[in-house]
Nanobody, 120 residues
Framework: QVQLVESGGGKVEPGGSLRVACEASGTVFDINTMRWYRQAPGKQRELVATITQSHLTDYADSVKGRFTTSRDNAKNTVYLEMNSLKHEDTAVYIC??????????????WGRGTQVTVSS
């Protein structure tokens, strides 16, 4: 059994910063690419950031220069550092990872998400 659990969400004022984390637990033998998505009310899920096992990163144009993703492979954890936050960054931030589990295959796993609210 594998779980992805996000943490660190909350409310922050415009221009502020927040860091969210996502930890994989359970029978995890290896983790390939990890991704952060977000979903705002009434909008489609949006890919925000991607990080490979070798730490190569990619970002949505809407967050480039403001968001940074990183990972600690020893802790099976991925982070998303968000700076210069805007109202439009308000969303549920959801973690996704390709995980080698007890089936000996890489499978897609999803967390339940953590709410980030940017408001004054």
């Amino acid at each position: 059994q594998v779980q992805l659990v996000e943490s660190g969400g909350g409310k922050v004022e415009p221009g502020g910063s927040l860091r969210v984390a996502c930890e994989a637990s359970g029978t995890v033998f290896d983790i390939n690419t990890m991704r952060w998505y977000r979903q705002a009310p009434g909008k489609q899920r949006e890919l925000v950031a991607t990080i490979t096992q070798s730490h190569l990163t990619d970002y949505a144009d809407s967050v480039k220069g403001r968001f940074t993703t990183s990972r600690d492979n020893a802790k099976n954890t991925v982070y998303l550092e968000m700076n210069s936050l805007k109202h439009e960054d308000t969303a549920v931030y959801i973690c996704n990872a390709e995980i080698l589990d007890s089936t000996d295959e890489y499978r897609d796993y999803w967390g339940r998400g953590t709410q980030v609210t940017v408001s004054s």
